[in-house]
């Protein structure tokens, strides 16, 4: 019994700091699947305009992503068409699994956390209760 609240005590240990590890402002750095897209048939087989047109979207994805992750509450730029939108929701780190509740729509999402480091963080969508391949990759903001 001792044995398993000293595991249970360390468990409990490590999700602290990764939630604790998680807690600040990070800038999208990458999207993988913006590289699985330019690699796609679709993408490559487009004309030029259309290209043009999505690697303008992935740019902008690119330069304005940024989630601010504080004690419980997270603020995240999204994008709609061409529009920044800034949007608020709850958040909380279960294992490896950032569950998202937006404040201000219906609309709930599941990420894990594939790293998270005091200057990296890395997670991908979990859809259909599987982690999607692409990732997001973000630096913290100030290094």
Sequence with gaps: MHL???YYFL???FISNKSEMI??????VNITAIDMIRNSDGYL?????????ADQKF?????STVYEFRKDTL???DIDGVNIIHRRALWKLIGDTIYVKEIDRNFFREYLVRDVTSDTLIFSSILNGKP?????IFSKNGK
């Design 11 to 13: 468990l409990v240990l």
């Design 132 to 136: 999607a391949k692409a990732r997001y």
């Design 75 to 77: 603020y995240y730029t």
């Design 59 to 63: 740019q902008l994805a690119l330069d």
């Design 23 to 28: 807690v600040g402002k990070w800038d999208i």
């Design 45 to 53: 087989l487009a004309d030029f305009a259309t290209q043009s047109l």
């Design 4 to 6: 398993l609240n000293l």
